[in-house]
């Protein structure tokens, strides 16, 4: 499986989906609990990503939030409009 070329389309990263703000803006605080579920979940979500071969995205915008998200990654996402 390794050597099997991987495509991945984002609509959006699933850690920011997750998150307890808007624009930007923190409405409330994660529980201690909920931040020890989330980290290894957002640490699989990145690393995993990272094995694709080819990235699309639904848009220019989610194209920005996932170069920001995933800086890691060098491959910039093509965008594929639904």
Do not use: M, W
């Amino acid at each position: 499986l390794a050597n099997l070329p991987r495509a991945y389309y984002c609509h959006f990263p699933d850690q920011l989906l997750t998150r307890n703000q808007v624009n930007g803006v923190t409405v409330s605080k994660p529980s201690p609990l909920r931040s020890l579920y989330r980290k290894p979940l957002d640490s699989l979500e990145s690393f995993c990503t990272s094995f694709s071969n080819c990235t699309a995205v639904n848009s220019n915008f989610t194209k920005d939030v996932f170069l920001s998200t995933f800086p890691k990654i060098n491959s910039p996402p093509i965008i594929l409009y639904p």
